[in-house]
């Protein structure tokens, strides 16, 4: 099975490096196809959210998670499929990971391609 810490790491050393000083952790909500990626971003201090969404993923970035949900869709046999997926990275490199389907937003996605 592949770790998926390598495709993780980079976009934490990406978001890392923002103007924010006294960031504790980072929230990443993605929604992502193989082709396609979309991001919440939340720096917080503690429990208090201290900026949403002023920063973007670079493309970088972007590759690095489509390269993930790829390379996860060939392990099949390991991974659960997913849509969505939730980052928490903390200031000490630790981070969580969680993925979920969400048909709505993939049935969503597959009616925005037939038209």
């Known amino acids: ?38 991001s919440t971003i939340k720096f917080f201090n503690n429990d208090k959210c201290i900026d949403s969404n002023s920063k973007s993923l670079t493309p970088t970035s972007n590759f690095q998670i489509i390269q993930m949900h790829k390379m996860m869709e060939k392990e099949k046999a390991c991974f659960e499929k997913w849509n969505r997926a939730k980052v928490i990275f903390h200031r000490d490199g630790r981070y969580e990971l969680s993925f979920s389907w969400d048909q709505t937003l993939q049935d969503t996605w597959e009616n925005a391609k037939k038209n």
């Open 1 to 38: 099975m592949t770790d998926i810490t390598k495709f993780i790491f980079p976009v934490f050393d990406d978001l890392k490096n923002n103007n924010f000083d006294e960031w504790t952790h980072i929230v990443l909500e993605i929604e992502s196809d193989l082709s396609y990626v979309g």
